[in-house]
């Protein structure tokens, strides 16, 4: 993905890669990786079953590790592969939405460092672009909405609250729950906090629809349910 | 005017979460009710800032509080900002006299019944990480030494929110704010979630989330993350 490479050469990172979490078990899976070499030393995190990729998903927090030959008490098995394959430093991002946890960004260096302030600045950002472009490959219409940058990772409130309640009204995860707040909003040709806003205040109320870009009927305006 | 009687009240409430398990949650949401309470403000909201410096809603002591920093942060512009930039505190900002200074903030405050503002700065060394404001529904003028009170409650907040661990990288700073920003989006899809399940409002499912961490004596997040637990596929 253009994105790792990118990251990568921001920073002055020699890999940059991200994967997604299966929701089933811990395992990760590399969606996109700026080099092979990169992907590989990834996969050793499968392999061995530990490592910080493991950690931030439990965590929901990033894992930054300067010297990675001083962590083999961390993760024995990883830190005795990884290092053996030349990996000196990596740091890990979580992809997240608030308990939405998505997968992770990892940048691998050859050599022991740290960062900097702008380059810790420059992984937040594309962890939190990555995030987004997956949020917004898992909607219905991903081309008409949301196109701000890092939208999904930063919206108002009442989105975040909007979607805890379609999770409930639905029985759907978190990620389906945004993808069809933004489709109704789409469909309905209403701005997203706007949808959010009327959603919270028990004005709209969801239909369990799977396609609401094809329905052909403007939204009804009126209350669907009342509001407590 | 400074309650100092009820300071003492505050400051153990503070200490109280640097020992214990630590909920930022709670913290930040008592922290605002406190200085509230402190100062006879009406209304007390705290933003903080990302990683880019973006400012970023974390709490308020009430629903006027959080309308009112949402305002400066649409309008980009307000005494919030203006604190968090230059590192000072803007004490005694009197609202019918500030179109100048913040044309649509103090238009939309005033419409809202306020007459007074105060920002304080969240400061860390030579960074600032966020800013408490305090907003009256009159014209309320803060002395000297009830500056420096005041300050005190958004110095305490900055240690707390930081005293996870010690601070002696900007990385862990930066990686800090992330994870309380991301905290609080946790909150805020749990309270959604709650309010359908039980038939409530937002607030009411948020009032019930703290009751519920306080009861099994739990961080506001975790009971939060178990209410969406078997929805975050």
Known sequence: MQLCRTAAAETGLSGVVVTLASALSSSQAVLAASDEVSRARQELQFSTGEGPACDVHTSGRPVLVPALPAESGRWPAYVAAAVEAGVCAVFTFPLHQGALRIGALSGYSDHPRGLSTGELAVLLDRAGDATTHILDSTGRDPGAVGRDRAESVHLRNEVYQAQGIVTEQLGVGLAEALSRIRAHAFAAGLDLDALAIDIVAGRVRLTDDRSPTTDPEPRPRRPETEAP | ?233
């Open chain 2, 1 to 233: 005017m400074i309650a100092t009687d009820r300071l003492a009240d505050v400051f153990v409430d503070v200490a109280d979460t640097l020992v214990a398990d630590f909920d930022l949650v709670e913290f930040l949401q008592t922290l605002t009710d406190h200085a509230a309470a402190v100062s006879g403000a009406d209304a007390v909201g705290l933003v903080l800032a990302d990683h880019r410096g973006a400012l970023q809603f974390m709490a308020a002591s009430n629903e006027s509080g959080r309308a009112l920093e949402l305002f400066q942060l649409q309008a980009e512009e307000g005494p919030c900002r203006d604190c968090f930039y230059s590192h000072e505190p803007v004490v005694n900002a009197d609202l019918e006299h500030a179109h100048d200074r913040w044309p649509t903030f103090a238009r939309q405050a005033y419409a809202a019944g306020f007459r007074s503002v105060h920002a304080f700065p969240m400061r860390l060394r030579e960074e600032a990480i966020g800013a408490l404001n305090l907003f009256g529904s009159e014209d309320v003028r803060f002395a000297a030494e009830e500056v420096r009170v005041v300050q005190a409650l958004a110095d305490v907040a900055t240690i707390a929110i930081l005293q996870e661990r010690s601070i002696s990288r900007s990385e862990v700073l930066a990686e800090q704010l992330q994870s309380a920003l991301n905290t609080r989006i946790v909150v805020e899809q749990a309270k959604g979630a709650l309010a359908q399940r039980e038939g409530l409002s937002v607030d009411a499912a948020f009032q019930l989330l703290r009751t519920r961490a306080r009861s099994q004596s739990r961080r506001i997040v975790d009971v939060a993350e178990e209410v969406l637990a078997s929805r975050t596929s």
